[in-house]
């Protein structure tokens, strides 16, 4: 265990400031809604402040040392405060994105905006919880509100579809979750991770109670993460969910849900052995997440292989990129710690990426279908150049950030002698580039209608793609203050 | 005599019910109900061990299951109404718009 020091109620409460301003601007928001005239905007702009005052806060927390706040029920580290400020950063960026989606302006309404905030607090207390109850509380928030995103467009059949698949899935997830929590909870008699893994190295746990409970609460996270097999939802979820809550979805409870995995598998079911950490007793957790990680990543590209839908294709291309970040945890070093979150970094930047040029061209093409893409290398020069950078940095390939983030995490397995993983890995980067390039192919040799003429992107859009190309280049080439960073805010674990 | 195996057993028949249940059920409502079914079986763990153990976190655990299964049903009950405005039916199989 850690040192980590214990703060009463008050000192508490400065911990979570963060989480506490985006909260008041959640509540300004809505009061915003019913008020202004043009509350669209005014809520956007309300949300965005929330989210930039939340991203500066957390900024702040990454060199405040490390402690239990709330008596254990969370902790405020450097490893919250990095990935509050991906959650904030992203979520600032997606309500950025909606403004000029023509799925959001139609139902034009503002607690929208609002929503966006809620389930980034949830995301950041997912990422910080120390305690069952938290855990199973930060998820929910994060699901039911996310179904209320999805559901959004409430006339559309798509996406109530997409709604219903996603909360019957979430919940029932979650109930196997909490069955596994009140299993491990019985035989430890302690809801807190610190306390579940002292009893499990301990060795007073039968052992096929502490095997249920460690798989049951495998199916909570890896439906957040959408691991194989709790991945199901995903391809319909994002196909389905108007375009900016997909880029959300993408990335926010994506990047939480890692945040929770580290948390719970290595210190509520693992103990530290010397520079390392090992699992607990006689669970052997990180084969079985190594195996995950390999189907993860290999049904995930194998799914996104006949796509004819690009949001579909996304999907799965998420679920394999899942696979890659579970790599770097199953390697349970520091190196493959930082490797997750060099990595959930920069596939926020390529990722949102992908989404922008999607959402900033969507009056203009016909259907979400890679076929609409064709020609558009003509027709539209910068936002086919930027997808091309984006989708070439989701293949891996230098000098562009994906490159980056492969290296570190394939370098942490390697690291750790587990080789199958890495070929496994390798080879599915491969697979990867096909129907990477096949959407590249479609913008650039393949002929498309050309009646239309140019496309002229919005200047917000144009901005964003600026603003997500940049870091996915220069990263590619420059990451050594980045990784400098995230190794920093990991130093306390290890 | 009623022991804490009486209770984890109950538990057990009721969570592989909800289970089955989620599974095997075409209409979205009764998957919901099967849903509930799986959250009481934890429920019931929660509170056999709680007195087991004499420690109320068990029990404090309960309370918020149930404050977060309501919201759950409010969100996913006005999902499904959604569902049938728009299709006129809510059962999982037809529901299918989007396909591997």
């Known amino acids: ?62 060199k405040a040392g490390q402690s239990l706040i709330f008596a254990g029920m969370a902790a405020a580290d450097p490893l919250a405060a990095i990935l509050k400020a991906v959650v904030f950063l992203a979520t600032g960026l997606v309500a950025l994105f909606s403004l000029g989606s023509p799925e959001i302006r139609m139902s034009g309404r503002g607690e929208y905006y609002s929503l966006l905030l809620v389930v980034a607090v949830g995301a950041c207390f997912m990422a910080s919880a120390m305690n069952f109850v938290m855990v199973y509380l930060a998820t929910e928030l994060v699901t039911v509100t996310s179904c209320i995103l999805v559901a959004h467009a409430k006339d559309d059949r798509r996406a109530s579809e997409a709604a219903l698949k996603y909360i019957l899935f979430g919940a029932a997830a979650s109930g196997v979750m909490i069955y596994g929590i009140s299993l491990l909870y019985g035989a430890t008699g302690t809801l807190s991770l610190t306390g579940v893994s002292r009893a499990l190295v301990s060795g007073q746990v039968p052992g096929l109670v502490a095997v249920l409970g460690v798989v049951f609460v495998l199916a909570g996270i890896g439906y957040k993460i959408a691991a194989v097999p709790f991945h199901f939802w995903c391809p319909d979820v994002y196909e389905g969910a108007p375009t900016p809550i997909t880029a959300f979805l993408s990335i926010v409870p994506e990047a939480a849900g890692f945040g929770l995995l580290i948390r719970v598998y290595m210190l509520g079911f693992g103990e530290r052995m010397g520079q390392g950490w090992a699992a607990a007793a006689s669970l052997d957790w990180p084969s079985l997440l190594a195996v995950v990680s390999a189907l993860t990543m290999t049904l995930g590209n194998l799914g996104a292989l006949h796509q004819t839908n690009l949001k579909r294709l996304m999907a799965y ?19 493959g710690l930082n490797a997750m979150i060099i990595y959930i970094i920069v596939y926020l930047f390529m990722n949102l990426g992908v989404f922008a040029v999607l959402i900033g061209l969507s009056r203009r093409l016909a259907s979400d279908q890679i076929a609409s893409f064709r020609g558009l290398g003509g027709r539209a020069k910068f936002p086919a150049f930027a997808m091309t950078v984006f989708l070439f940095s989701l293949t891996g390939i230098p000098p562009l950030a994906g490159f980056t983030g492969k290296f570190y995490l394939f370098a942490a397995v390697i690291d750790a002698k587990i080789y199958w993983l890495a070929i496994v890995g390798a080879l599915n980067s491969v697979v990867s580039l096909y129907y990477y390039v096949r959407i590249i192919k479609a913008m650039y040799i393949e002929a498309g209608e050309t009646e239309g003429g140019p496309i002229q992107l919005p200047a917000l859009y144009t901005a964003l793609l600026v603003a997500l190309v940049v870091p996915t280049v220069v990263l590619g080439i420059f990451w050594g203050p980045l990784a400098g960073m995230t190794e920093a805010s990991l130093r306390f674990l290890f | 005599m009623v022991t804490l195996g009486h209770y984890l057993g109950l538990s057990a028949v009721l969570f592989a019910i909800g289970v089955t249940g989620v599974l095997v059920r075409r209409n979205a409502l009764v998957v919901f109900m099967s849903i509930e079914l799986m959250l009481n079986a934890a429920n019931l763990a929660f509170v056999a061990f709680a007195r087991h153990r004499a420690d109320v976190g068990g029990l404090v655990f309960v309370f918020f299951v149930l404050a977060v299964a309501a919201a759950e049903v409010a969100v996913g009950l006005a999902i499904i109404i959604a569902i049938y405005r728009n299709r006129g039916t809510v059962n999982v199989d037809e529901i299918n718009l989007m396909r591997w």
Request: with cysteine; net charge positive.
């Open chain 1, 1 to 62: 265990m850690t040192g980590y020091a214990q703060l009463d109620l008050a000192a508490s409460v400065g911990q979570i400031l963060p989480e506490l301003v985006a909260t008041a601007a959640f509540l300004l928001a809505v009061v915003v809604d019913l008020v202004s005239r043009r509350r669209k905007e005014a809520v956007c702009a309300v949300v965005l402040a929330g989210c930039i005052a939340g991203l500066v806060l957390s900024l702040a927390q990454l």
């Open chain 1, 317 to 335: 291309s998420s679920i394999a990129h899942a696979g890659y970040i579970l790599m770097g945890f199953v390697a349970l070093s520091k190196t």
